[in-house]
């Protein structure tokens, strides 16, 4: 399997510009999550996803995120307009429906906002 | 508020030396509990789930839960310098199926 696959892997923009984060989950998974990590904050769940619906977004900064997920091969996180303080790892993971809870990290992407 | 606590670290152990790494928790109703390992600039991995009270083992690696005193905690054996890494502890809280994760423990093994 191939796991769980994020695009770009580093993205530097200028302030102000819309950013588009893309993920694609392991096949089978049900369970998708949004993920962002600072050294001052630590991993922070943003958004998560079972069956293609959002399930809670309680963890989204403000409105200038917004995450979809169309079908369950693919999902994206947008920033529109983006901060510096957007600056992290961004991270999605997936987990199955049953079993063990566990989830699956992708490779995550680093962005820069100048 | 939910919380996750870890102690920060660094923590420092000898080569072949017990690592020991712990976590509390804030809620009594926490199902389940994860260990995560995360080398500088890659993803978490998982190393360890635990739901029952007690000690789970594999391999260099022990998981203890404490539900009645809210800890969990991961011990390594025979410590590597290639286990040095920080080691996330993630709960899940109850009527909820999503993670909190501690901020981390950064572990460093001495050769």
């Known amino acids: 399997d191939a796991g769980v696959i994020q695009s770009p892997r580093h993205e530097v923009t200028e302030m102000g510009q819309e950013v588009t984060l893309r993920c694609k989950p392991i096949s089978g998974h049900d369970y998708l999550f949004w993920y962002r990590q600072t050294m001052m904050r630590g991993l922070e769940l943003l958004i998560y996803f079972n069956n293609n619906v959002p399930i809670d977004d309680s963890g989204m900064p403000e409105d200038r995120f917004s995450a979809k997920m169309p079908n369950a091969s693919f999902s994206t996180l947008k920033i529109q307009p983006s901060e510096p303080r957007d600056s992290a790892v961004y991270f999605c993971?997936?987990?199955?429906?049953?079993?063990?809870?566990?989830?699956?990290f992708g490779p995550g992407t680093r962005l820069t906002v100048l | 508020q939910k919380e996750v606590e870890q102690n920060s670290g660094p923590l420092s152990v000898p080569e072949g030396a017990i690592a020991s790494l712990n976590c509390t928790y804030s809620d009594r109703g926490s199902q389940s509990f994860f260990w995560y390992r995360q080398y500088s600039g890659k993803s978490p991995e998982l190393i360890m789930f635990i739901y029952s009270n007690g000690d789970k083992e594999d391999g260099r690696f022990t998981a203890q839960l404490n539900k009645a005193s809210q800890y969990v905690s991961l011990l390594i054996r025979d410590s590597q310098p290639s286990d040095s890494a920080t080691y996330l502890c993630?709960?899940?809280?109850?009527?909820?199926?999503?993670?909190?994760f501690g901020t981390g423990t950064r572990l460093k093994v001495l050769a």
């Open positions: 993630a709960v899940t809280f109850s009527g909820t199926y999503k993670y909190i």
């Open positions: 993971a997936s987990s199955p429906r049953t079993g063990t809870d566990t989830q699956y």
